[in-house]
């Protein structure tokens, strides 16, 4: 099959000379044109409107996560009800999600967060994230306004 087709690419065979009842003979220069079968196929290219991948605080800044550092822990803890945000919330990748998630059980273990509320003294901390938005959703919206959708 795959004989026949370069066949077929390739075209009828070509003559190299014609020759006339002229004593004279006239050549026909013919390109030497290869057909290349690998220089067909797809090239494999980016999807332009896949989301970029999403960075999240500790990889981009190479923070690394510790159970004693409460004043961290508590930004990744709901204030009314001491639940830890999800992921989709915090925006964090899944491994430092769950790393935060442990840290945060081994503190309470420890005594050094409480269980049911996050602790007054760190209600004016600097916001991380919104938690009352979807961080992931909104990534993707913004790729969807770079290329024009």
């Known amino acids: ?45 980016n999807d332009p409107y896949l989301p970029a991948p999403q960075k999240c605080i500790f990889c981009t800044n190479n923070i690394k ?13 709901s204030p009314q009800t001491g639940f830890v945000f999800n992921q989709r919330i915090t925006g964090l990748c899944y491994f430092k999600q769950v790393e935060i998630e442990k840290a945060i059980l081994k503190a309470r273990r420890f005594n050094l967060m409480p ?5 007054t003294v760190y209600l004016d901390d600097p916001k991380l ?20 959708h």
């Not at 004693?68 to 803890?77: A, D, E, H, M, P």
Request: proline share 7%; charged share 35%; with cysteine.
């Open 115 to 119: 269980y049911k509320w996050k602790e």
């Open 129 to 148: 994230f919104n938690p009352y938005e979807n961080n992931l959703k909104k990534v993707v919206h913004a790729e969807k306004e770079k290329y024009g």
């Open 65 to 77: 996560i510790d159970f004693r550092n409460t004043k961290l822990l508590s930004q990744f803890i």
């Open 1 to 45: 099959m795959r004989k026949r087709r370069e066949e077929f690419l390739l075209g009828p065979p070509k003559r190299q000379s014609v020759t006339s009842t002229c004593s004279s003979t006239f050549t026909k220069t013919v390109p030497d044109v290869q057909y290349d079968p690998n220089g067909d196929r797809p090239k494999q290219i």
